[in-house]
């Protein structure tokens, strides 16, 4: 399995972890899976159309934008929609059909699904009942290791969401500046003060004023044309690509220049790139960050961390979620964090990506196949096509494959990409640009 590259081969002996502790790979989840076969009836899930079912009761067919149907495959293409297992680096879909999976939940997990120390975890919390009429004892331990942690964070709200932390953080903003407008760079969800979608109101679409990525000139025009009502500089700091040092060091210039707030989006970035996110790979300080995705391995749970005075302003305003500190996610993410201690999974990531990146590159040189290339960085790589129903073509094609790819950014690498799953994902690679080689003639 994966982890024998953090502990040499022999967990048990370099660690307290064993390696009953690795996320699952390829082996481990067939095994896994027949001994389950009991607990899910696959012939019978596959009696039901899940994608038909789910059209009927869910406006999108799916809660998540990325999970609709058109967004997994491309308009008019058809692959699997609904899972009932995942495992390691393993799913199973409703019809029984199992795949190597390379979205891992949107970038939710990085170790693997179904990570057992994770799932003790919150399974224990779950045991000793989740919620309470009281604060959970979690909820303060890991906002003291988040700010242990984390070089802007001197304290923490905690939210169940990416789009709920960041609105957090923007609203935390405005609060301690007593300003209106943001500047943003970057995808932070649905909520109002983003989005530019039908049902939000004119007035609020004027508070925010979106730049390019990495263009020094739109934010420093930006911030001009925002003069004294800046409240934040809101950046997601990688956005397929690293950033030139000159974009993220300007935009620390400006908010001191100017008294607006600089807030690092590092939900994809968190322990992922490094533990603490872009940030510490940069060694730029926001004066906020949000936090989410693999912080929890896919429980849900998201962190805006930051300043103490900026975060004071949490007094000032109103930022509450009924289940925010609900003991079970809390958990995981305090079993995330021993990980990080006891391994460095950072770096495993960007060495299971970078392998990943060349099994398919290799894959995709063999095949001739055109119109495509692949780009981002190691943990967090993808394929760019110049025709989007070649690669409606190639995603599902590699699916019959058995392997799961993203359509757009991002594959992600977990510590579960084994090495027999890495060798799956370059076959089923291969199968699908030939596929798409061939229809071209």
């Known amino acids: 399995m994966v982890f024998r590259k953090l502990f040499g081969g022999r967990p048990a002996e370099a660690t307290n972890a064993s ?21 899910v009836d696959a012939e019978a899930l596959a009696r ?38 995942a495992a390691g680096c393993m799913v199973t879909d409703a019809d029984g059909e199992t795949y190597v999976d390379c979205t891992m939940s949107l970038g939710a997990v990085a170790l693997g699904y179904g990570e057992k120390r994770v799932v ?23 906002a003291e290791r988040l700010c242990d942690l984390i070089p802007c964070a001197e304290q923490v709200v905690f939210t169940k969401s990416g789009a709920d932390a960041v609105s957090a953080a923007v609203r935390l903003a405005r609060a301690y ?45 930006a911030v001009s044309a925002a003069g004294s009502r800046l409240a934040a500089i809101v950046l997601e700091p990688v956005v397929e690509r690293l950033p030139s040092d ?73 930022i509450s979620t009924t289940l925010a500190s609900e003991s079970t996610a809390l958990a995981a993410a305090g079993a995330v964090l021993d990980w990080h201690v006891e391994a460095d999974i950072c770096a495993t990531l960007w060495e299971t990506g970078a392998e990943l990146r060349a ?55 977990a510590v579960a990409h084994d090495d027999e799953a890495i060798i799956a994902i370059e076959r089923a690679a291969s199968e699908a640009f030939i596929t798409v080689r061939d229809s071209d003639r």
């Open 177 to 221: 500046t007593g300003r209106d407008h943001v500047v943003a760079s970057g995808y932070f969800g649905w909520h109002d003060w983003w989005s530019d979608a039908k049902g939000v109101p004119a007035g609020v679409r004027g508070d925010v004023t979106r730049v390019a990525f990495d263009d020094v000139a739109a934010l420093e025009q």
């Open 48 to 85: 039901h159309d899940w994608g038909a079912r789910a059209a009927e009761v869910l406006p999108t067919g799916a809660s998540t934008g990325s999970k609709r149907p058109a967004a997994l495959w491309g308009a008019g293409a058809d692959g699997p929609t609904h899972f009932v297992r």
């Open 359 to 413: 099994r398919v590159a290799d894959a995709l040189e063999a095949s001739g196949c055109i119109g495509v290339t692949i780009d981002g960085i190691d943990p967090m790589w993808f394929m760019k096509w110049d025709d989007p129903a070649r690669e409606s073509l190639f995603l599902v094609a590699a699916a019959r494959a058995g392997a799961l790819f993203k359509r757009g950014a991002y594959n992600y690498a």
């Open 246 to 318: 000159a974009w993220i060091q300007r935009a620390r210039q400006l908010a001191d220049a100017t008294g607006a707030v600089l807030v690092f989006d590092e939900m994809k970035t968190g322990f992922r790139l490094r533990p603490a996110g872009y940030q510490e790979l940069s060694g730029i300080t926001p004066d906020l960050a949000t936090f989410g995705k693999a912080m929890t391995n896919g429980f849900p749970l998201a962190a805006v961390v930051g300043r103490r005075d900026v975060m004071q302003a949490a007094r000032d305003t109103w």
């Open 19 to 39: 390696t009953d502790d690795a996320p699952d790979g390829v082996e481990q989840y067939d095994a896994e899976v027949a001994e389950q076969d009991d607990a």
């Open 120 to 142: 003790a975890a919150v399974a224990d919390a779950a045991a000793r009942g989740n919620v309470a009429g009281l604060s959970a004892v979690e909820e303060v331990e890991v």
